[in-house]
C-alpha cells in the first residue's frame, strides 16, 4: 500500500476528514475566492474555495499554488495559502506562509495587516506568545490603507 | 482400481523356475501385463491430477488477482494558459507537438490543432489531472508579442485553461515493462477481429488448445521443410507470455496446453482476450518494453488506438508475430508487406471491404519519430523525482501501483537546456580538440519564487541512464562562494558595496607552518577598489582578505542557512570556493538568493495520484524566510554589477537587461560554471571533464553561452529596480557623502543610512586640499 506519511519535501497531507476546524476569529476574509484578482488566479481560487467547502483541503491547496505559479509575487495568495494552512492545523506553514506574503505586501496595505495578524495567529498557535503579541501590539498603532 | 498384493497368499511357483534355495520359496505371484498398465495408468493420473491442480492454482491466483504490475506515469508539468501569459508561439507550437498533438484544419479529432499566424485553435484531448479531470475542448489562444492575448471557448473568453502534460517517463520495476491497460469494449472491433483472423481463427471454437491448428501447423511446416507457422492458440501464447518462460521444451509445452485448458476453463473468451491485448509485447523503446495495443499505439502512431486507421491496426497486429522482426522503423518493408498480409486477412473475412483493403495498402509505411519528446524519457530528472518520492512512498509502490505522477518539468525548458548544452559543447570541442567528447555537463533550472526545478541536465546526453552528475558530481564551486563572503560582509554594519576593500597579494597562515597564497586569475594586483568591484570582477586576493576580516565561521554559517546540507569547515580557501557541491546543490543555495531570502528545498513533485485519478499528495513550496528580503536584493544588487561590468559581462551584449550572475572557475579551470538568474527562473551550468582533468575553459566562456542560449529560448524577464532600497553617494575613500558630492551612487539597506551624513566640501575646499597636497608633494 502506498506511504503517505509526508516528510522530507513536506507535501499537504490529505486531511479531508478534518476532526474540527480551528476557529480563525480575527481573520478578515470568510472565503478563498473573496475580492478582485486576474481573472485566472480568481478561476483558481474559486475552485480553491470549492474544494474548502467540499473539506477537500489537499486539492483547495493545490489550487491555490497553481494560482502562486501564475503570480508568484502576490501577497494575497500566500494569505489565502497560509489561512488555508491555519484551517487545518498547519501552523508552521501559514507562519511561513505569512512572512512570505509580508515580503510582497506593501507597506501599510491592508493585505499587510492581514498578513500580520495571520502571522500573529500562528505564532501563538506555537505558544511563540511573546513574538505574536509584539505584533498585534505594532497592529494596535498601525491603521491600514482603504481596499486591498 | 489398487490393489493391495501383499495381504494375498502367493500362488504356486511356474514350472521350470530356477530353485535357487532349498528353503521353500514365499514367491510372488505372476502379475498380467495389465495389472501393471492398470497400475502405471493410476499413478499417472494421481501425478496428473496433482499437476492440474498445481497449475490451476497458478492459473487462477494470478489471473483472478492484479495481472500487471504497472509502473508509475510521471508526467511534465501541465502548460496553463491565461491572458498575458509569456507565450510564443514556437514554444505553443513545440508543446502542441510534444503532446502529440497533429495538424488538422478540420479540428476533426481530440488532439489536434491548426495555426493561423500568431492564433491557434486547439481540439484539446480530456484528460483526468490530479485535482480534476477535464473534458475535451476546442479552444481559441491569440498570441501577441509573445503573449497570450486572449483565449475563447465557444465564442465565449475563458481565464484560463491547461494543456493535458507531456509523458515523460516511468519508474519501472526490473523488467521495464510498460503497458496502458484497455477494456475490450475500448479496442475497435477490426483490430479484435484482425487479431483473431491472423493469429488464431479458432480462437472462439476451440477450447484453448486448437488441434485443427496443431494439424494444420504441421501440415505447412512439413510442406516448407522447415518451421514457418506455429500452431499455438492466442490462449496457449498468453499462457506462454504470462505464466511461463520461452525456453523450448516439451515440459514448458506441456505446461502451456494445460494451462491453456485450465484458463479457458475458469474465464470467458472475452476476459483471455483482454487480457491477451494489454499482454502481448509489441516493441522496444530503449529500456522500455512496449506491452499490450494501446501502449503500442502511442508509441507507434502517436495517438490512442480508437483513432487508429486500417492500416495501422494491421500493422500492430503483424508485430504479434515478431516486434523486432517487423520493426517498421528498422525493417519498413517487412513490416509492409506484413501489414498488407494482414489487411488482405482482414478483407477476405469481411472485416474490411475491398476498396477498403486497397486504401488501406495504397497508403505508405507512416509511423510516429520514436525519438520525439513524447516517447523519449528524461532520466535525469525521472532520477532526481524517484529519490524525492521516495521520501514518502516505498519504490515498490511506484513500480507496481499504477500510480500518476505529476512534476515540475517545463519541457520547454528542458529543450532549451539541451539544445544549448549540445551547440556549445560542440563549438567548445571543437576549438579544443584535445578535449573532444571528454567534456561533459550538467544544468539545473528553477523557478526563483517557487523552487520547483524545470528542467536538469545530467550530462551530455540527456537520455543515457547513468551518472547523473546534476545529482552526484560534486565538483570545487571555485568563485561561485564569493557571494557568500560578500553576503556574511553586508550583514555587518561595517561594510556595504562601496567600501573599499585590498586586493594586493596576500598570505595566509595555515598552521603548521603551512601558508596559502590565492593569487588572482590574471595574476596581477589590482590595488584597492570597492567591493562591489571586487565582486563584479571576481578577485581571488580581495575577497581572501575580505573573508578572513569577516570570519570563516560565519561564511561557513551562511552556506548552511542557504541550505548546504554539507558541514563546510571554516578554512580559509572556503571564501574562494573550496567547497565540492553539486551543481542541483549550487542551485539550492542560490535559490535562497534569487527568491529574496526564503530558503526551501527545491522539488520535482507537484501532485501524487492513483491509478484511478484519486489525490494521493499534493506537494506546494514551503521554505523559510532565512535572510530578509532586503538583505538579499542588496546582494542581488552587487550580482546584477556582474553582468554588467564584471565577469559575465558578454552577456549584457546579448541580453541588455537587468541579470544577476557570477561566474565560477576552479583551481587548474577544471571546473567551469555560471549562476544567473532573473525575474522568473535561477539557472546553473557546470562544463567539465569526469576524471577532474584541467581544462582550458573559464566559467564565463564555458558555462555563461550554454546558460545564455537556454534563457533566451525560455525568455528573459529582467530583474525588477532595486526600488525598495535607498541609494547613497560613496566617495573614493568607501565613506558615505552627501548630494552634490564627488563619489558613485550605491544601494544601501534603508537601516543603514545615517540620520545626518556630513555635508559635503565644497568645490573649492576640494580643490584647496588638492593644492595643499601637490604644494608638499612638490616642495
Given at each position: 500500500?502506498?506511504?503517505?506519511?509526508?516528510?522530507?519535501?513536506?507535501?499537504?497531507?490529505?486531511?479531508?476528514?478534518?476532526?474540527?476546524?480551528?476557529?480563525?476569529?480575527?481573520?478578515?476574509?470568510?472565503?478563498?475566492?473573496?475580492?478582485?484578482?486576474?481573472?485566472?488566479?480568481?478561476?483558481?481560487?474559486?475552485?480553491?474555495?470549492?474544494?474548502?467547502?467540499?473539506?477537500?483541503?489537499?486539492?483547495?491547496?493545490?489550487?491555490?499554488?497553481?494560482?502562486?505559479?501564475?503570480?508568484?509575487?502576490?501577497?494575497?495568495?500566500?494569505?489565502?495559502?497560509?489561512?488555508?494552512?491555519?484551517?487545518?492545523?498547519?501552523?508552521?506553514?501559514?507562519?511561513?506562509?505569512?512572512?512570505?506574503?509580508?515580503?510582497?505586501?506593501?507597506?501599510?496595505?491592508?493585505?499587510?495587516?492581514?498578513?500580520?495578524?495571520?502571522?500573529?495567529?500562528?505564532?501563538?498557535?506555537?505558544?511563540?506568545?511573546?513574538?505574536?503579541?509584539?505584533?498585534?501590539?505594532?497592529?494596535?498603532?498601525?491603521?491600514?490603507?482603504?481596499?486591498? | 482400481?489398487?490393489?493391495?498384493?501383499?495381504?494375498?497368499?502367493?500362488?504356486?511357483?511356474?514350472?521350470?523356475?530356477?530353485?535357487?534355495?532349498?528353503?521353500?520359496?514365499?514367491?510372488?505371484?505372476?502379475?498380467?501385463?495389465?495389472?501393471?498398465?492398470?497400475?502405471?495408468?493410476?499413478?499417472?493420473?494421481?501425478?496428473?491430477?496433482?499437476?492440474?491442480?498445481?497449475?490451476?492454482?497458478?492459473?487462477?491466483?494470478?489471473?483472478?488477482?492484479?495481472?500487471?504490475?504497472?509502473?508509475?506515469?510521471?508526467?511534465?508539468?501541465?502548460?496553463?494558459?491565461?491572458?498575458?501569459?509569456?507565450?510564443?508561439?514556437?514554444?505553443?507550437?513545440?508543446?502542441?507537438?510534444?503532446?502529440?498533438?497533429?495538424?488538422?484544419?478540420?479540428?476533426?479529432?481530440?488532439?489536434?490543432?491548426?495555426?493561423?499566424?500568431?492564433?491557434?485553435?486547439?481540439?484539446?484531448?480530456?484528460?483526468?489531472?490530479?485535482?480534476?479531470?477535464?473534458?475535451?475542448?476546442?479552444?481559441?489562444?491569440?498570441?501577441?508579442?509573445?503573449?497570450?492575448?486572449?483565449?475563447?471557448?465557444?465564442?465565449?473568453?475563458?481565464?484560463?485553461?491547461?494543456?493535458?502534460?507531456?509523458?515523460?517517463?516511468?519508474?519501472?520495476?526490473?523488467?521495464?515493462?510498460?503497458?496502458?491497460?484497455?477494456?475490450?469494449?475500448?479496442?475497435?472491433?477490426?483490430?479484435?477481429?484482425?487479431?483473431?483472423?491472423?493469429?488464431?481463427?479458432?480462437?472462439?471454437?476451440?477450447?484453448?488448445?486448437?488441434?485443427?491448428?496443431?494439424?494444420?501447423?504441421?501440415?505447412?511446416?512439413?510442406?516448407?521443410?522447415?518451421?514457418?507457422?506455429?500452431?499455438?492458440?492466442?490462449?496457449?501464447?498468453?499462457?506462454?507470455?504470462?505464466?511461463?518462460?520461452?525456453?523450448?521444451?516439451?515440459?514448458?509445452?506441456?505446461?502451456?496446453?494445460?494451462?491453456?485448458?485450465?484458463?479457458?476453463?475458469?474465464?470467458?473468451?472475452?476476459?483471455?482476450?483482454?487480457?491477451?491485448?494489454?499482454?502481448?509485447?509489441?516493441?522496444?523503446?530503449?529500456?522500455?518494453?512496449?506491452?499490450?495495443?494501446?501502449?503500442?499505439?502511442?508509441?507507434?502512431?502517436?495517438?490512442?488506438?480508437?483513432?487508429?486507421?486500417?492500416?495501422?491496426?494491421?500493422?500492430?497486429?503483424?508485430?504479434?508475430?515478431?516486434?523486432?522482426?517487423?520493426?517498421?522503423?528498422?525493417?519498413?518493408?517487412?513490416?509492409?508487406?506484413?501489414?498488407?498480409?494482414?489487411?488482405?486477412?482482414?478483407?477476405?473475412?469481411?472485416?474490411?471491404?475491398?476498396?477498403?483493403?486497397?486504401?488501406?495498402?495504397?497508403?505508405?509505411?507512416?509511423?510516429?519519430?520514436?525519438?520525439?519528446?513524447?516517447?523519449?524519457?528524461?532520466?535525469?530528472?525521472?532520477?532526481?523525482?524517484?529519490?524525492?518520492?521516495?521520501?514518502?512512498?516505498?519504490?515498490?509502490?511506484?513500480?507496481?501501483?499504477?500510480?500518476?505522477?505529476?512534476?515540475?518539468?517545463?519541457?520547454?525548458?528542458?529543450?532549451?537546456?539541451?539544445?544549448?548544452?549540445?551547440?556549445?559543447?560542440?563549438?567548445?570541442?571543437?576549438?579544443?580538440?584535445?578535449?573532444?567528447?571528454?567534456?561533459?555537463?550538467?544544468?539545473?533550472?528553477?523557478?526563483?519564487?517557487?523552487?520547483?526545478?524545470?528542467?536538469?541536465?545530467?550530462?551530455?546526453?540527456?537520455?543515457?541512464?547513468?551518472?547523473?552528475?546534476?545529482?552526484?558530481?560534486?565538483?570545487?564551486?571555485?568563485?561561485?562562494?564569493?557571494?557568500?563572503?560578500?553576503?556574511?560582509?553586508?550583514?555587518?554594519?561595517?561594510?556595504?558595496?562601496?567600501?573599499?576593500?585590498?586586493?594586493?597579494?596576500?598570505?595566509?597562515?595555515?598552521?603548521?607552518?603551512?601558508?596559502?597564497?590565492?593569487?588572482?586569475?590574471?595574476?596581477?594586483?589590482?590595488?584597492?577598489?570597492?567591493?562591489?568591484?571586487?565582486?563584479?570582477?571576481?578577485?581571488?586576493?580581495?575577497?581572501?582578505?575580505?573573508?578572513?576580516?569577516?570570519?570563516?565561521?560565519?561564511?561557513?554559517?551562511?552556506?548552511?542557512?542557504?541550505?548546504?546540507?554539507?558541514?563546510?569547515?571554516?578554512?580559509?580557501?572556503?571564501?574562494?570556493?573550496?567547497?565540492?557541491?553539486?551543481?542541483?546543490?549550487?542551485?539550492?543555495?542560490?535559490?535562497?538568493?534569487?527568491?529574496?531570502?526564503?530558503?526551501?528545498?527545491?522539488?520535482?513533485?507537484?501532485?501524487?495520484?492513483?491509478?484511478?485519478?484519486?489525490?494521493?499528495?499534493?506537494?506546494?513550496?514551503?521554505?523559510?524566510?532565512?535572510?530578509?528580503?532586503?538583505?538579499?536584493?542588496?546582494?542581488?544588487?552587487?550580482?546584477?554589477?556582474?553582468?554588467?561590468?564584471?565577469?559575465?559581462?558578454?552577456?549584457?551584449?546579448?541580453?541588455?537587461?537587468?541579470?544577476?550572475?557570477k561566474t565560477g572557475t576552479s583551481n587548474d579551470q577544471r571546473d567551469s560554471w555560471f549562476v544567473g538568474f532573473d525575474n522568473r527562473h535561477l539557472g546553473v551550468v557546470w562544463v567539465g571533464r569526469d576524471d577532474n582533468q584541467p581544462t582550458p575553459l573559464v566559467?564565463?566562456?564555458?558555462?555563461?553561452?550554454?546558460?545564455?542560449?537556454?534563457?533566451?529560448?525560455?525568455?528573459?524577464?529582467?530583474?525588477?529596480?532595486?526600488?525598495?532600497?535607498?541609494?547613497?553617494?560613496?566617495?573614493?575613500?568607501?565613506?558615505?557623502?552627501?548630494?552634490?558630492?564627488?563619489?558613485?551612487?550605491?544601494?544601501?539597506?534603508?537601516?543603514?543610512?545615517?540620520?545626518?551624513?556630513?555635508?559635503?566640501?565644497?568645490?573649492?575646499?576640494?580643490?584647496?586640499?588638492?593644492?595643499?597636497?601637490?604644494?608638499?608633494?612638490?616642495?
Open positions: 500500500m502506498v506511504v503517505l506519511a509526508f516528510s522530507g519535501c513536506v507535501p499537504m497531507p490529505i486531511q479531508d476528514s478534518m476532526p474540527e476546524e480551528i476557529p480563525v476569529e480575527i481573520l478578515p476574509i470568510e472565503q478563498l475566492d473573496e475580492g478582485e484578482h486576474h481573472p485566472a488566479v480568481a478561476a483558481l481560487l474559486q475552485k480553491a474555495e470549492q474544494a474548502r467547502q467540499a473539506k477537500q483541503y489537499s486539492a483547495a491547496a493545490s489550487y491555490i499554488d497553481q494560482a502562486r505559479e501564475i503570480f508568484p509575487r502576490n501577497p494575497e495568495i500566500y494569505y489565502r495559502q497560509g489561512w488555508l494552512a491555519l484551517q487545518q492545523g498547519l501552523v508552521a506553514d501559514a507562519e511561513s506562509f505569512a512572512r512570505r506574503g509580508l515580503v510582497f505586501a506593501a507597506a501599510g496595505s491592508a493585505v499587510e495587516h492581514r498578513l500580520k495578524l495571520l502571522l500573529a495567529d500562528s505564532l501563538e498557535q506555537q505558544n511563540r506568545l511573546m513574538e505574536a503579541m509584539i505584533i498585534r501590539a505594532r497592529l494596535g498603532e498601525q491603521k491600514p490603507a482603504a481596499g486591498r | 482400481m489398487i490393489v493391495d498384493m501383499s495381504q494375498k497368499k502367493s500362488p504356486k511357483a511356474p514350472k521350470g523356475s530356477p530353485k535357487k534355495s532349498a528353503k521353500p520359496l514365499n514367491k510372488k505371484p505372476f502379475k498380467p501385463w495389465w495389472f501393471w498398465f492398470f497400475q502405471l495408468l493410476a499413478v499417472l493420473l494421481v501425478c496428473l491430477t496433482v499437476w492440474a491442480v498445481w497449475l490451476d492454482a497458478q492459473v487462477r491466483e494470478r489471473f483472478d488477482g492484479r495481472k500487471w504490475t504497472l509502473p508509475a506515469k510521471v508526467y511534465a508539468r501541465p502548460l496553463m494558459l491565461y491572458p498575458g501569459q509569456l507565450l510564443s508561439p514556437a514554444q505553443l507550437l513545440a508543446e502542441l507537438k510534444w503532446a502529440d498533438y497533429h495538424f488538422d484544419p478540420a479540428l476533426a479529432y481530440p488532439g489536434s490543432y491548426r495555426q493561423q499566424g500568431q492564433n491557434f485553435v486547439i481540439h484539446r484531448r480530456a484528460f483526468q489531472f490530479w485535482d480534476a479531470v477535464e473534458p475535451s475542448k476546442v479552444l481559441e489562444i491569440i498570441i501577441d508579442h509573445d503573449r497570450v492575448q486572449q483565449i475563447n471557448h465557444n465564442g465565449r473568453a475563458v481565464a484560463l485553461v491547461r494543456l493535458e502534460p507531456q509523458y515523460i517517463g516511468g519508474i519501472f520495476p526490473a523488467h521495464n515493462e510498460d503497458r496502458e491497460l484497455l477494456r475490450l469494449q475500448d479496442v475497435p472491433k477490426e483490430l479484435v477481429a484482425a487479431l483473431v483472423q491472423t493469429e488464431d481463427r479458432d480462437f472462439f471454437n476451440h477450447v484453448g488448445v486448437s488441434f485443427k491448428g496443431i494439424a494444420r501447423a504441421m501440415l505447412a511446416n512439413v510442406r516448407a521443410g522447415g518451421v514457418v507457422q506455429g500452431g499455438s492458440t492466442l490462449t496457449q501464447q498468453l499462457v506462454k507470455n504470462f505464466f511461463l518462460t520461452s525456453e523450448r521444451s516439451l515440459v514448458r509445452k506441456a505446461n502451456e496446453a494445460m494451462m491453456a485448458l485450465l484458463l479457458e476453463l475458469h474465464y470467458s473468451k472475452e476476459e483471455i482476450l483482454q487480457a491477451y491485448l494489454n499482454e502481448v509485447y509489441l516493441g522496444q523503446a530503449g529500456r522500455r518494453a512496449i506491452h499490450g495495443f494501446g501502449l503500442a499505439s502511442r508509441f507507434y502512431f502517436a495517438k490512442p488506438l480508437n483513432e487508429l486507421q486500417h492500416e495501422e491496426i494491421a500493422l500492430l497486429v503483424g508485430l504479434v508475430k515478431g516486434a523486432s522482426y517487423y520493426n517498421p522503423r528498422r525493417h519498413p518493408q517487412r513490416a509492409k508487406q506484413r501489414r498488407d498480409l494482414v489487411l488482405d486477412l482482414m478483407a477476405t473475412n469481411g472485416t474490411i471491404t475491398l476498396a477498403q483493403r486497397i486504401q488501406a495498402q495504397g497508403r505508405p509505411l507512416l509511423v510516429a519519430d520514436a525519438q520525439r519528446a513524447g516517447q523519449r524519457e528524461y532520466p535525469a530528472f525521472i532520477e532526481l523525482a524517484r529519490q524525492q518520492l521516495q521520501q514518502d512512498y516505498r519504490l515498490e509502490d511506484l513500480q507496481t501501483e499504477g500510480l500518476r505522477i505529476f512534476t515540475t518539468l517545463d519541457p520547454w525548458a528542458q529543450h532549451a537546456v539541451e539544445q544549448a548544452a549540445n551547440k556549445h559543447l560542440a563549438l567548445l570541442e571543437q576549438r579544443f580538440p584535445e578535449h573532444r567528447q571528454k567534456l561533459e555537463i550538467a544544468a539545473v533550472i528553477t523557478s526563483v519564487d517557487g523552487g520547483e526545478i524545470n528542467a536538469l541536465l545530467g550530462g551530455r546526453d540527456a537520455e543515457f541512464f547513468g551518472f547523473n552528475r546534476a545529482i552526484n558530481a560534486k565538483r570545487s564551486i571555485g568563485s561561485l562562494a564569493k557571494p557568500i563572503v560578500y553576503l556574511t560582509a553586508l550583514e555587518n554594519p561595517q561594510w556595504h558595496w562601496g567600501t573599499l576593500v585590498d586586493d594586493s597579494p596576500v598570505q595566509i597562515s595555515l598552521g603548521g607552518g603551512k601558508l596559502w597564497e590565492p593569487q588572482n586569475f590574471d595574476k596581477q594586483s589590482h590595488g584597492t577598489m570597492s567591493m562591489v568591484d571586487a565582486l563584479a570582477h571576481s578577485y581571488n586576493q580581495a575577497t581572501a582578505r575580505l573573508g578572513m576580516q569577516v570570519g570563516l565561521a560565519n561564511i561557513a554559517n551562511n552556506f548552511k542557512r542557504l541550505g548546504v546540507s554539507d558541514n563546510l569547515p571554516p578554512y580559509p580557501s572556503i571564501t574562494l570556493g573550496s567547497a565540492l557541491l553539486s551543481p542541483l546543490e549550487v542551485a539550492g543555495m542560490y535559490q535562497g538568493i534569487a527568491s529574496q531570502g526564503f530558503v526551501m528545498p527545491l522539488r520535482t513533485i507537484q501532485a501524487v495520484t492513483d491509478g484511478s485519478g484519486n489525490m494521493l499528495s499534493a506537494y506546494a513550496t514551503r521554505g523559510k524566510q532565512e535572510f530578509s528580503p532586503e538583505m538579499m536584493q542588496w546582494l542581488t544588487w552587487g550580482l546584477t554589477q556582474v553582468t554588467e561590468r564584471g565577469t559575465a559581462r558578454a552577456l549584457s551584449r546579448q541580453l541588455p537587461l537587468p541579470l544577476a550572475a566559467g564565463g566562456s564555458a558555462a555563461l553561452p550554454i546558460w545564455q542560449d537556454s534563457f533566451k529560448t525560455i525568455g528573459v524577464e529582467p530583474l525588477p529596480a532595486q526600488g525598495s532600497l535607498p541609494w547613497v553617494r560613496v566617495d573614493e575613500t568607501g565613506m558615505l557623502v552627501g548630494d552634490g558630492c564627488d563619489g558613485r551612487l550605491y544601494p544601501m539597506l534603508a537601516s543603514r543610512v545615517p540620520q545626518n551624513i556630513p555635508p559635503c566640501e565644497t568645490q573649492f575646499q576640494q580643490e584647496q586640499k588638492k593644492r595643499k597636497s601637490w604644494f608638499d608633494w612638490l616642495f
